[in-house]
C-alpha cells in the first residue's frame, strides 16, 4: 500500500508513508517549522531532541500508525494513530500535524483519511482528536468522519504569538457505529 504518492491542490509532488528510522534529523526539522502552540497535542516537548529520539529507539508499530507525508526528503506533515493505554485498548487517538505553509492543499485530509481507515482495520471501538476551536479546516474534517465533540476546556492552552487564549476540545467517533456505516454504504452500492 505505500508509498502512496499524492499531487496537491498547487500541483506538488508528495509521499505518503510509514515513518522511518531514517527520518529522524527530518522529523527535528519539521518541529522546528511548526508554530510551538501547535504542537500542544503532542505529549512529548518535541522540539528537544531527546523525546523525538525515544521516538524512534522506542518505536512499536503494534496497533500504531506512524505517517509522514514528504517533498523530497522534506516532512511537510505527520500523522499518528496510536492505543491510549494498556486500559484503554479499545480506544485510539489521531494526532495529525501539517507544516502551517502547506495547510489547505489536501494533506491533512488524505492522512486523515489513510489513518482513519488504519483505526477501522484495528478495531479500535473508539477513536478522538484534539483541535483549537479556530482551527476550521480541522474541524470540516472530522465532521466528514462524524466526530462530535465531547469536552471543551475553555482558555486552556495561551497562544503566543498573538497573546489569546484558546479553547482546546476533544472529539469522538464510535468506530462501530462508523464501520457498520461504511459496510452498509459498501453493500449498498454493490446491491442497488
Known amino acids: ?28 526539522e519539521f518541529f522546528s517549522a511548526i508554530p510551538r502552540e501547535d504542537l500542544f497535542i503532542c505529549k512529548d516537548d518535541v522540539v528537544r531532541w531527546e523525546p523525538i529520539e525515544n521516538w524512534f529507539v522506542h518505536l512499536s508499530h503494534e496497533r500504531v500508525v506512524e505517517l509522514v507525508t514528504l517533498r523530497n526528503n522534506e516532512i511537510l506533515a505527520k500523522g499518528t494513530l496510536y492505543a491510549q493505554d494498556r486500559y484503554c485498548l479499545h480506544a485510539a487517538e489521531l494526532k495529525l500535524i501539517v507544516r502551517p505553509d502547506c495547510r489547505g492543499l489536501g494533506i491533512g485530509s488524505r492522512m486523515f483519511d489513510l489513518l482513519f481507515h488504519a483505526g477501522l482495520s484495528y478495531s479500535f471501538h473508539k477513536m478522538i482528536s484534539r483541535y483549537f476551536t479556530d482551527n476550521l479546516s480541522f474541524i470540516n474534517i472530522l465532521g ?27 472529539a469522538s467517533c464510535n468506530m462501530r457505529i462508523r464501520a457498520a456505516d461504511l459496510k452498509l454504504q459498501v453493500h449498498t452500492a454493490r446491491h442497488p
Open 144 to 170: 466528514h468522519y462524524d466526530f462530535e465533540p465531547e469536552t471543551v476546556l475553555q482558555n486552556y492552552v495561551l497562544y503566543e504569538a498573538a497573546n489569546e487564549w484558546k479553547d482546546l476540545v476533544t
Open 1 to 28: 500500500m505505500y508509498p502512496i504518492e499524492l499531487s496537491l491542490k498547487d500541483d506538488t509532488k508528495v509521499v505518503i508513508r510509514p515513518l522511518l528510522d531514517e527520518d529522524y534529523i527530518s522529523m527535528r
